[in-house]
């Protein structure tokens, strides 16, 4: 590999983050808002998505339940993409496209939310975990990308879609990761107040 084709995989990655910041600041905003305002409440946080999408679950939830950059009491939030039992009976027994939706209808409650990442806005598993969701009257959180594909068009009034303005997956994962960083800072000001540093 090139120096110059590593040059150009920063350079691609921070003009994004620059066009990122302007466009998905409100809505990244709006999230921890309501974030802030479930965990508040004694609500929690569920997260799924596939592959890299899977892994920032687990980083999300990781975060929160641990600590980000202070010392806190625990946040409930939980990956629903760790439980390989769960996920290999549902899949066997009914359907990969089932393996989130069922942790959603068995824990989700009213006044939770869901943040649901997909890259390319069309995973059909984390599609069928925003339906369950919605029935479950949770508020929706959606990262994706490339569009926003079915999930955009499934965003309601109440949710909130953070759509990264690129097509390129690495990309996309690149600023979802970001994202999940601010959504913790923003989540732990907006419980605890000032600055991490203070």
């Known amino acids: 590999m090139t120096n110059q084709r590593i040059l150009q995989h920063f350079q691609e990655s921070a003009q994004l983050m620059l066009q990122a910041a302007e466009q998905l600041s409100g809505p990244i905003a709006q999230a921890v808002e309501i974030m802030f305002t479930a965990l508040s409440n004694g609500n929690k946080i569920l997260a799924c998505g596939n592959g890299g999408s899977a892994a920032d679950c687990q980083h999300f939830a990781a975060e929160l339940v641990g600590r980000f950059e202070r010392e806190r009491l625990p946040l409930p939030a939980l990956a629903l993409t760790t439980d390989t039992s769960i996920l290999t009976a549902v899949a066997n027994d009914y359907s990969y496209n089932e393996v989130y939706a069922k942790q959603v209808q068995a824990f989700g409650q009213s006044g939770d939310v869901l943040l649901a990442l997909s890259t390319s806005g069309n995973s059909a598993n984390v599609v069928a975990a925003i339906k369950a969701a919605v029935e ?31 097509e390129r997956t690495a990309r996309i994962q690149e600023v979802h990761g970001l994202t999940i960083h601010i959504l913790c800072d923003g989540i732990d000001v907006a419980l605890f107040g000032g600055d991490a540093n203070d």
């Open 136 to 166: 479950r009257d949770m508020r929706v959180i959606a990262l994706t990308g490339k569009g926003g594909g079915v999930i955009g068009e499934l965003m309601s009034e109440g949710d909130v879609h953070i759509c990264v303005p690129h």
